[in-house]
């Protein structure tokens, strides 16, 4: 870095171009819209929930901001190809990646099968390997470096019961992340994973009053999550801010890791 950076120009992601997997709907459309604030278009992404994608889209564009919508299955060699040939073709580069697309069916481990594993696992983990080879591929093209961000969860370091599949997936996704680090920062490009905790998307209180207040009761920060705490841990590593961050691993979780477990 030749000369310091001015606030407005660490801060500024404004002109980059931002895909954004999983992102109909919940954290991944919070994620987005953040982005499409900011200045950035954004590549939408999707599998299933196409009315949620559509809306997504339309929230952005009626903010000013510019939006692509690609329907793609990540966990397959062909949809994460899809989802960038769309991107480029549309925006002609990538800057920013997060890899936000996941699932989380519960199941308990002596009931779970083989193909409730390999869904969980090849959504969250594997989508995130192909996705992060296509959009590393661009970045390295490019010459200008770029930023990958992994949405990943604090159950990939305290598990819960029902959820090892998940949990298996987000550990899988916080080693990749620090090896994905290693080999591509020669390149300038930065890998880093967000853990979310307890995230409200809309509802929670009403779904699970029980949950929400035991997570109140123990995050020193005395509340559950939102989507735009996620989204702005999600901004700040994208931008310059962060430029000298790569192969970290942060909880956004309201201090709850924190706590004392003995």
Known sequence: MKEPLTYQESTRVAGKVVVVTGSA???????????????????????????????????IVDL???????????????????????????????????????????AALLQLDAAEWDLVVGTNLRGTFLCTQQAAR?????????????ISSIEALSPAPNHSHYGASKAGIDNFTKASALELGKYGIRVNAVLPGLIDTGNLEQAWPEGASRW????????????????????????????WITGAILPVDGGVLAQQTY
């Open 25 to 59: 709907g919940g954290i991944g459309a919070q994620i987005a819209l953040r982005f499409a604030e900011a200045g950035a278009s954004v590549v939408l992404n999707a599998d299933h929930n196409l009315q949620g994608l559509q809306q997504t889209a339309k929230r």
């Open 216 to 243: 109140q009761q123990a995050a020193p920060l005395t509340r559950v999550g939102h989507g735009l705490d996620v989204a702005d841990a999600c901004l700040f590593l994208a931008s310059p801010a962060a430029r």
């Open 138 to 150: 661009l970045m390295i093209a490019q010459g200008e470096g770029g930023a990958i961000i992994n």
């Open 64 to 106: 000013g901001g510019k939006a692509s919508s690609v329907q793609a299955d990540i966990s397959q060699p062909k949809g994460a190809q899809t989802l960038f040939k769309t991107a480029i073709d549309k925006f002609s580069r990538v800057d920013v990646l997060v890899n936000n697309a996941g699932v989380q069916p519960l």
